[in-house]
Nanobody
Framework: QVQLVESGGGLVQAGGSLRLSCAAS????????MGWFRQAPGKEREFVAA????????YYADSVKGRFTISRDNAKKTVYLQMNSLKPEDTAVYYC????????????????????WGQGTQVTVSS
C-alpha cells in the first residue's frame, strides 16, 4: 500500500504564495513519477503539474505555467508544489498522486495514469 499525505494548504490573498508538500510511504518513491491535481467546487478534477521519478522532467498545465513549480526530494520521499502569484481561480482542493508504473510518465496529465491519491488539501485564494 502507498500512503500520500498532503499539507500546506490554507487561505491566502491574491498575489500570495503557498507551498504544498506531499509525503509518501509504502513503495520505492524514487521509481515513480508524481503529479498534482486540483478540483474546484462543481468542476472536474484537473491536472496541475507532474514530475518524473528523478525530477529531471516537469510538466505543467497552461493555467499555472510560470507561477507554479513542482519539485521532489527522493531522500525525504516528498513532492512539493510551490505556488506563486496565486489567483482566486486557483481555489480548489489540491491532491498529490503517484504514477501507476515505474520509470514512466506517459499521459501524465490523465488522472487514470495515477493509482494512489492523497486526501487533498484545501487552497483558498481571496480577491
Amino acid at each position: 500500500q502507498v500512503q500520500l499525505v498532503e499539507s500546506g494548504g490554507g487561505l491566502v490573498q491574491a498575489g500570495g504564495s503557498l507551498r504544498l508538500s506531499c509525503a509518501a510511504s509504502g513503495r520505492t518513491f524514487s521509481s515513480y513519477a508524481m503529479g498534482w491535481f486540483r478540483q474546484a467546487p462543481g468542476k472536474e478534477r484537473e491536472f496541475v503539474a507532474a514530475i518524473s521519478w528523478g525530477g529531471v522532467n516537469t510538466y505543467y498545465a497552461d493555467s499555472v505555467k510560470g507561477r507554479f513549480t513542482i519539485s521532489r526530494d527522493n531522500a525525504k520521499k516528498t513532492v512539493y508544489l510551490q505556488m506563486n502569484s496565486l489567483k482566486p481561480e486557483d481555489t480548489a482542493v489540491y491532491y498529490c498522486a503517484a504514477y501507476r508504473s515505474v520509470y514512466n510518465i506517459g499521459d501524465y496529465y490523465s488522472s487514470d495514469e495515477y493509482d494512489y491519491w492523497g486526501q487533498g488539501t484545501q487552497v483558498t485564494v481571496s480577491s
